[in-house]
């Protein structure tokens, strides 16, 4: 089995930072992407940010968020600058992750809450 703990999330006014983590364990031998995506209200889940061979942002996001990892802890952050408030959202981590079965699975965090005052 494998667990994703998400980190980071929280209140902040806007033009404000929050800086995320989500940190894997459990049966991995290695992970290829992690992902963030988020989820506002009434609206479907969206890839925000990726990292695999290449990194990759949503139009929306990019020049404000950086994705990272930390490949030595299983880690991959999310560095959210300028916010706005429609960046208002539940941020979920996904990772692909090939495990002791020696197959590939994708995983998915509980989800952090970041919210973006006006």
């Known amino acids: 089995q494998v667990q994703l703990v998400e980190s980071g999330g929280g209140l902040v006014e806007s033009g404000g930072s929050l800086r995320l983590s989500c940190a894997a364990s459990g049966s991995i031998i290695s992970i290829n992407d992690m992902d963030w995506y988020r989820q506002a209200p009434g609206k479907q889940r969206e890839l925000v940010a990726s990292?695999?061979?290449?990194?990759n942002y949503a139009d929306s996001v990019k020049g404000r968020f950086t994705i990272s990892r930390d490949n030595a802890k299983n880690t991959v952050y999310l560095q959210m600058n300028s916010l706005k408030p429609e960046d208002t959202a539940v941020y979920y981590c996904?990772?692909?992750?090939?495990?002791?079965?020696?197959?590939?699975?994708?995983?998915w965090g509980q989800g952090t809450q970041g919210t973006v005052s006006s």
């Open positions: 996904n990772a692909q992750v090939i495990t002791t079965q020696l197959r590939q699975y994708s995983y």
């Open positions: 990292s695999g061979r290449t990194t």
